[in-house]
């Protein structure tokens, strides 16, 4: 059992938790998820690790409550434990010297995954810049930890009440307006904002890393439900990803495939996905 170690609301609907799971933050690295379940007959769902501690053995995760699952893992407290915590899956992140600056997107909670990414990044000596997307200024999250590990943050805000008023593409475009040398770009969040982002520093070559969520089960590529199209060919992205290169992943196709189970995902019951049982 993996225990509930903190709690923390950090905005509306938006929660991060610290797991006890010391052979998961063992062999955790940046970029990488794991995949939980509330009980044993809850569905799996796949977080993007947040943090992690070798020392103290633990995983940050932070979720937003959106269907039957993230809200039975919202009404868990301090204490409770998870039935199950399997990780770390998936590649890590490739941490290496760029010739320019890393910058990593974050759009809502997808600014969570982006800290340890940004703190690799710099402790391999780039510069680090990190363009934090929320809708309004009170739900943005990870702030003070992200301003540890960056030379510079750009928040933008859908309304305008923080920062730059529009999308993280504007920002983006600010960077490459001023004349910054970009290495590579590292977006996180939904994937229509990801998708924006590619679009964006497509043309210009600027390297473009994205990291997908899309449905999955066993995390083990066997299931084949987290199949996405990247750059012609097939791809799993719990095995081959879930980082892949922005300007080759058939957005379209996943966005179709995301939308395919939404009304099952609100459903206020029990499910068990049965992707894969072949049933």
């Known amino acids: 059992m993996f225990k509930i170690l903190s709690k923390e609301e950090l905005s509306p609907n938006v929660y991060a938790y610290q797991i006890d799971a010391p052979r998961v933050a063992r062999k955790a690295q940046p970029g990488q998820f794991i995949i939980l379940r509330t009980n044993e007959e809850g569905e799996r769902i796949p977080l993007t690790i947040a943090d992690f501690d070798r020392e103290k053995g633990t995983i940050l995760i932070v979720f937003q409550v959106i269907g039957a699952t993230t809200m039975k893992l919202a009404a868990m407290q301090v204490g409770d434990s998870l039935a199950d915590f399997v990780g770390p899956l998936g590649r890590p992140s490739v941490i290496q010297k760029l010739d320019g600056a890393m910058v990593v997107v974050g759009g809502g909670i997808g600014v969570a995954p982006t800290y340890p990414i940004a703190r690799a990044m710099k402790e391999a000596g780039n510069k680090v810049i990190a363009i934090m997307g929320a809708k309004t200024k009170d739900i943005l999250i990870m702030e003070d930890q992200m301003k540890q590990v960056t030379d510079e943050i750009l928040v933008t805000t859908d309304d305008g009440s923080r920062g730059i008023k529009g999308f993280v593409t504007y920002a983006v475009q600010a960077l490459v307006d001023r ?14 904002m990801m998708k924006s982002v ?18 999955m089960v066993d ?4 299931c084949g ?11 799993f992205a719990c095995v081959d990803g879930p980082e892949f290169d922005g300007h080759a992943v058939d957005f379209k196709g996943l966005m179709s495939r995301q939308r395919m189970y939404r009304d099952l995902e ?8 049965r992707i894969g049982l072949g049933r």
């Not at 004349?179 to 229509?192: C, D, L, N, S, Y």
């Open 179 to 192: 004349g910054e040398k970009i290495g590579q770009i590292t977006a996180i969040g939904p994937v229509i």
């Open 266 to 273: 609100a459903e206020e019951k029990d499910h068990v996905c």
């Open 219 to 222: 995390g083990t590529g066997m």
């Open 225 to 235: 439900g987290c199949r996405v199209t990247v750059g012609g060919e097939t791809k």
């Open 198 to 215: 590619a679009d964006a520093t497509r043309e210009s070559g600027i390297p473009t890393v994205v990291s997908l969520n899309p449905i």
